[in-house]
């Protein structure tokens, strides 16, 4: 069984999702990590160096490999939806789950993270409600679930989708 967790950049992916897998007993993958050991480097400078293009076409192939390894938690990066691609393997290689988020709730929570290229801008504010525009309907296509983050803790988070998950059969209940 497949989880993808997909959001806009500091919706809580990798956090939420690293507590999700331990819960389930299921190993974690994050698709930034998994790339910026293939490519070397991290993904800012390679963004910088090769531009979006060439890094949305590692990311695809990386999607579709992790995909097909089946049984974990997926993080993906906050662009991972703008390919149609990615959108349907994830859609159908298991079920995907949107942490929905506000654009002033990631302001919050990521304004002072230098690692985040999309929001080294004269307007972080701006650009978070652009991308929140352009790739919610993205996000609500490719997501069987959608969880509003706003303010919980992600142990309260993860519960969420794990009831979520539960009445919807995609796991047992778990005690």
Aim: proline fraction near 5%.
């Amino acid at each position: 069984m497949l989880l993808t967790l997909v959001g806009l950049p500091g919706s809580g992916k990798s956090t939420v999702g690293r507590q999700l897998a331990r819960r389930l007993g299921v190993p974690f993958n994050d698709s930034d990590h998994v790339i910026e050991q293939l490519l070397g480097c991290s993904i800012r400078e390679y963004f910088a160096r090769e531009g979006e293009a060439a890094f949305r076409d590692v990311e695809e192939s990386t999607i579709r490999d992790l995909a097909t390894r089946g049984n974990c938690v997926l993080a993906t990066g906050g662009g991972a939806v703008l390919r149609a691609a990615n959108r349907k393997v994830l859609r159908e290689s298991g079920h995907v789950i949107y942490l929905h988020s506000s654009p002033e709730e990631i302001y919050r929570r990521v304004r002072h993270d230098k690692n985040r290229p999309l929001l080294q801008v004269s307007d972080p504010m701006v650009k978070l409600r652009t991308l929140q525009a352009e790739r919610d309907p993205l996000y609500r296509e490719t997501a069987h679930f959608v969880i509003e983050t706003g303010r919980p803790s992600v142990a309260t988070l993860v519960n969420m989708i794990l009831m979520q998950l539960e009445l919807a059969g995609v796991v047992p209940d778990h005690p």
